[in-house]
């Protein structure tokens, strides 16, 4: 779960500097195509062009914030199975030193859901990278 929390970290970082500097490069942008899009000379073929760019940028700016939004939620989540999973473990073993309770099923039943957890996370956590995987081969041609 350690190896998945900082992987998710890395990767949120990543994108979080992504959207920055793709941010930075639209406010530049939008300001050219402003420009461009009132000057009298501009021909319509170019102003279709800027108006395709502009939407382009804007797209890419929204797919990485919902990108982010996702990433940020399965932080928070996966957050919390290890907090889980970590009290689970304090729990059984304050339990085991006291004496006063013998193990039973129901604590190996919450170790099992964590587990379970912890699997969906990291399956999750795969189809996510799978995603973007395949959009950055589908949008290549765009580049």
Do not use: P, W
Request: glycine residues 2%; neutral net charge; aromatic residues 4%.
């Amino acid at each position: 779960m350690d190896e998945v929390l900082e992987m998710l970290d890395k990767i949120t970082k990543r994108l979080q500097n992504r959207l920055e500097e793709t941010k930075v490069t639209a406010n530049k942008q939008a300001t050219a195509y402003a420009q461009i899009l009132q000057s009298s000379t501009a021909t319509q073929e170019q102003k279709i062009k800027i108006f395709i760019a502009r939407n382009l940028e804007l797209d890419r700016i929204d797919r990485l914030t919902s990108h982010l939004s996702l990433l940020y939620a399965l932080q928070i989540f996966a957050f919390k199975v290890k907090v889980m999973e970590v009290s689970v473990g304090n729990i059984d073993e304050q339990l085991t030193k006291s004496g006063a309770m013998q193990k039973n099923g129901e604590l190996e039943d919450v170790k099992k859901n964590i587990e379970a957890l912890k699997i969906m996370v990291e399956a999750h956590y795969e189809s996510m990278k799978q995603i973007h995987e395949d959009q950055n081969k589908t949008l290549n041609y765009i580049h």
